[in-house]
């Protein structure tokens, strides 16, 4: 078994601590990386495991780029600014056929539940999708090959969620997980974050009531899970029109991040 770690990067000097930290910890074959519009730090392009790809604007496209260069038998998605924190995984831990997952959590912050593992599921619920937690994020998985192949592409006309569509047709499949305890991965909120609301709040309010619609038209409007999403949707489009309210006052404007938990960002630029 061996890895490819993806990481698309805006050319932020975070990168060389993701990809050193993750390289210390994970069995990684290679690092693909994709840029946007700014050149990387010429240490990292110069590491014997490190790939760099033609640059490629917007997350997902550069995301459907790199996956078409894997070779190894896993893949993972590692943003720029993360990293691995702990104990090293033994490589004798993938599996070919079941994505392996990762405790997750934000910088200076706990270790995020979720309730798939809470309640001790072989597969990631959907409800884990609606909150940043170890289950209902993407980069916490080393994925397979063949789950890649059978979940597909990322749909690239989404500009911030395009991951959680993804896992959608993902938790669709119910693949059984092996969840590990250790290493963590780091999530760390910097600046030119698609998820950092300032800036993106309508874009995001978009996204999510169209992922809402996509659960609805899968399981029907009275199942809880269609219902959660539809009241996270409708969450979010009434925080983005509080926030133009409050921008045409000229009384400042609203600030937060993806899920709510009023951790202002940055604005963004085109990668994640």
Same mark, same amino acid.
């Given at each position: 078994?061996?890895?490819?770690?993806?990481? &698309?990067?805006? =050319?932020?000097?975070?990168? *060389?601590?993701?990809?050193?930290?993750?390289?210390?910890?994970?069995? $990684?074959?290679?690092?693909?990386? $994709?840029?946007?519009?700014?050149?990387?730090?010429?240490?990292?392009?110069?590491? &014997?495991?490190?790939?760099?790809?033609? /640059?490629?604007? @917007?997350?997902?496209?550069?995301?459907?780029?790199?996956?078409?260069?894997?070779?190894?038998?896993?893949?993972?998605?590692?943003?720029?600014?993360?990293?691995?924190?702990?104990?090293?995984?033994?490589?004798?831990?993938?599996? *070919?056929?079941?994505?392996?997952?990762?405790?997750?959590?934000?910088?200076?912050?706990?270790?995020?539940?979720?309730?798939?593992?809470?309640?001790?599921?072989?597969?990631?619920? /959907?409800?884990?999708?609606?909150? *940043?937690?170890? &289950? =209902?994020? #993407?980069?916490?998985?080393?994925?397979?090959?063949?789950?890649?192949?059978?979940?597909?592409?990322? !749909?690239?006309?989404?500009?911030?969620?395009?991951? #959680?569509?993804?896992?959608?047709?993902?938790?669709?499949?119910?693949?059984?997980?092996?969840?590990?305890?250790? /290493?963590?991965?780091?999530? =760390?909120?910097?600046?030119?974050?698609?998820?950092?609301?300032?800036?993106?709040?309508?874009? #995001?309010?978009?996204?999510?009531?169209?992922?809402?619609?996509?659960?609805?038209?899968?399981?029907?409007?009275?199942?809880?899970?269609?219902?959660?999403?539809?009241?996270?949707?409708?969450?979010?489009?009434?925080?983005?029109?509080?926030?133009? !309210?409050? @921008?045409?006052? @000229?009384?400042?404007?609203?600030?937060?991040?993806?899920?709510?938990?009023?951790? =202002?960002?940055?604005?963004?630029?085109?990668?994640?």
């Amino acid at each position: 078994m061996s890895l490819t770690v993806i990481v &698309a990067t805006t =050319g932020r000097t975070t990168l *060389a601590d993701a990809v050193r930290t993750t390289a210390g910890r994970l069995p $990684v074959e290679r690092f693909l990386i $994709v840029p946007a519009e700014r050149p990387i730090d010429p240490e990292v392009a110069a590491r &014997a495991d490190v790939q760099v790809l033609a /640059p490629v604007a @917007g997350l997902f496209a550069a995301w459907n780029a790199a996956v078409a260069e894997v070779t190894t038998s896993h893949a993972m998605f590692v943003n720029d600014d993360d990293r691995l924190d702990g104990p090293p995984l033994a490589s004798d831990v993938l599996d *070919a056929d079941r994505p392996v997952n990762l405790p997750f959590r934000r910088a200076g912050g706990p270790v995020r539940r979720s309730v798939s593992v809470s309640i001790g599921s072989a597969i990631v619920r /959907p409800v884990d999708l609606l909150h *940043a937690n170890r &289950a =209902g994020n #993407i980069n916490s998985f080393l994925w397979p090959r063949s789950v890649l192949d059978r979940v597909g592409r990322f !749909v690239t006309t989404y500009r911030s969620c395009g991951d #959680i569509e993804w896992l959608l047709r993902f938790v669709a499949l119910e693949v059984p997980v092996r969840w590990l305890d250790t /290493p963590t991965y780091v999530q =760390g909120r910097g600046p030119e974050r698609l998820s950092a609301w300032v800036g993106n709040g309508p874009t #995001i309010a978009e996204e999510r009531t169209r992922l809402a619609g996509v659960v609805t038209a899968e399981l029907g409007p009275r199942s809880a899970t269609s219902l959660l999403f539809g009241a996270w949707a409708a969450a979010h489009r009434l925080r983005a029109a509080r926030d133009a !309210v409050i @921008g045409r006052s @000229g009384r400042g404007r609203g600030t937060g991040d993806d899920d709510g938990t009023g951790e =202002g960002q940055s604005r963004t630029t085109s990668l994640r």
